[in-house]
């Protein structure tokens, strides 16, 4: 089996710490950051890696995250998510390729 290429982070409301709100699928790299996150408002998993890196690194105390394993990712996200947790494979070219488009566009 191939060694996962993907972090996962589940996170929750300070007043509630038992029921995520959001997913955060972090690729391990030691470029760019690099994350794919639930975006509540288009309803689709989307390359935000600007909202990773302040949750998970810039003001980690403002935010509750838990980082737990694939399977426990895939059955927490019916909480948060009205589409299920993409493949490792889908993660990987949703970071391609909206990394490649922003580079293209001049975007950071």
Do not use: K
């Amino acid at each position: 089996m191939a060694e996962p290429t993907f972090r996962y982070h589940l996170l929750f409301r300070p007043e509630n710490a038992e029921v995520p709100v959001n997913v955060i699928a972090l690729l391990q790299s030691s470029g760019p950051t690099q994350a794919v996150i639930w975006d509540r408002p288009t309803s689709a998993w989307t390359f935000r890696p600007e909202v990773a890196t302040a949750v998970l690194y810039a003001s980690p105390e403002r935010h509750l995250t838990r980082a737990v394993d694939r399977v426990t990712t895939e059955w927490e996200t019916v909480h948060c998510a009205t589409v299920p947790l993409p493949t490792e494979a889908e993660l990987t070219d949703i970071c391609r390729l909206t990394a490649s488009t922003r580079s293209r566009n001049g975007q950071t």
